[in-house]
């Protein structure tokens, strides 16, 4: 029997009355003074906690032999900081990521004139490059994106590669991580395509929220579509695009993911260059259907990163869109403020200060400057300009923070959907290692919350299958929530249940040892109850047959315990 409990971290809240959305550019005042000699163009950015200090640092990929650098937030402003690593080269993404699951972060850097590099933290700091012991390729791969998630769940974190090789003879490459420090190529037997696609960068996610994670590709030039490849559940991939309606042609950029209009299926935005982004709205049933110009969203400039993200905490989520146009006698916007009205359309307000966001710009990433619930960003922009920092202003509407931690799943929870239910209305957020342009956001997840002060229940579907469920969440604080804590019932261990057959297609048989009375429950893929059966005790039957396919979840409760099971539904 497990026992885990439920870590409430500190939190700071000013609150602040200020009714409208309002961002200034902060990156001088606050310690990001990067121009003259440091060369950067095209280069991703991370905005993520490394140190574990609870407050989230920034990272940056670096051109020519300037090595990648590391700046740590003291208390809302940012101090640069050596390690003893130097990194130089073209590097392109820059991940952390805990590929061994042992607590710390270990740092992942794609590069694209040089090989990849995997370096591992001892915990505290001191990095020893493992790349060749954990089978990366010491050959260059011309690689641009990196991107994380455990498409086996097994709980170790997997790598694709996007490799942007000009020649198209180069592959990207899916690795997996044998759960023992090394990674294995399994491009092959995986069915990733075995010739170049100019790639960007990827992400992983379930774009039919079957319980398997699937791989979206961003791919350069219109001749090179988008790539979706399924998840088929046993180690291999096949290719969805055409019939999806994902494989978009495009000069694009981002991967960006996020369930935009809250119907419990992740949607993916696209940049791309004046011919206007695209906006593919997940239609629930394994296609997408493009909604950029009917959302407001098409952009139709030089776009390259973009994320999401609830500005003003006014429960819905808003749109940054990098720009590389610096001229606003072009005619084409130098960066894009989309703000999420009703019906999930977008206006561009003309008060959020972005009046002078007039840079050369490419990657960037959301993070919480200063720990105020408000979400901030960094952008990217190419040398000899600075980089900007765009610091929220705040509000008064109300805010939680997530943050996750695996036991079973990778430690990381990358992969894991977040589920907050305010008066009967549904928030989802979902966990990534490597999104958007380049990107790493915070590994802390913001749902705004409007006037609410409480969440009436707080969800998270775990990578593993487990559950947790908190409910009456009080506003305005940081949660950490470990894998199995689930309000502090005790979870049940899993043999003293057997469901049987799995997958299933007319019924299931629950055998158990408990002696005691026990309640049944089966949740859908998006935590949403199909129905409840009660029993006294020992063997039962569940009749299935007017299931749907898919994934489903099980829960056996007792008066003291329960246990959740991942199911499948033929």
Partial sequence: MKNYTIVLLSFLYFPLVQAQILFEEKAVELGI??????????????????????????????????????????????????????????SKQVLWVDYDNDGDNDLFVARLDAANKLYNNDGNFNFTDVSGIAGIPNTILYTYGASFGDYDNDGDLDLFLSNKDDDKIIPNQLYRNNGNGTFTDVSLIAGISNVGHLSFCSSFFDYNNDGFLDIYISNDRFANTNILYKNDGDG????????????????????????????GYLDIYVTNTVEGNHLLKNNGDGTFTDLATASGTIFN????????FDADNDTDLDLYVCSMINNTASGLMTSGFYQCDT???????????????????????????????????????QAPENHTLWRNAGGTNNWLKVKLEGTTSNKAGIGARIKATVNGQAMYRYTLC????????????????????TIDMLEIFWPSGLVDTLTNV?????????????????????????????????????????????????????????????????????????????????????????????????
């Fill in 343 to 381: 019906g999930y359309s977008y206006t561009v307000p003309t008060t959020a200060g972005f009046t002078n966001d007039t840079f050369t710009s490419f990657s960037n990433a959301i993070g919480d400057i200063n720990n105020d619930g408000y979400q901030d960003f960094v952008v990217v922009n």
């Fill in 434 to 453: 490597g999104e958007a342009f380049l990107g790493q956001n915070s590994a802390t997840e913001i749902f705004g919350l409007g006037t609410e002060t």
């Fill in 301 to 308: 400039s030089i776009g390259w990163g973009a994320n999401f």
């Fill in 33 to 90: 003074n990067i121009t003259g000699s440091f060369s950067t163009q095209l280069g991703g950015v991370s905005f993520y906690d490394y140190d574990n200090d609870g407050w989230d640092d920034l990272t940056f990929a670096c051109k020519e032999n300037f090595s990648v650098r590391f700046f740590k937030n003291n208390s809302g402003t940012f101090v640069e900081e050596t390690f003893n690593i130097t990194i130089p080269g073209h």
């Fill in 474 to 570: 009080t506003a305005n604080q940081a949660l950490n929530v470990i894998e199995g804590s689930t309000l502090g019932i005790n979870e049940e261990n899993a043999e003293s249940f057997s469901v049987f057959p799995n997958p299933a297609s007319d019924y299931m048989m629950i055998s158990t040892t408990i002696s005691t009375p026990y309640t049944v429950t089966v949740f859908d893929s998006l935590g949403k109850e199909v129905f409840v059966q009660k029993e006294q005790n020992g063997q039962t039957k569940l009749d299935v047959s007017s299931l749907t396919s898919g994934l489903f979840f099980l829960e056996i409760r007792t008066a003291t315990t329960k246990t959740v099971q991942k199911v499948v539904i033929q």
């Fill in 236 to 263: 291999t991939f096949t290719d969805v695009s055409a019939s999806s309606g994902a494989g978009v042609a495009a000069n694009a950029m981002s991967t960006t993911i996020d369930d935009y209009n809250y119907d």
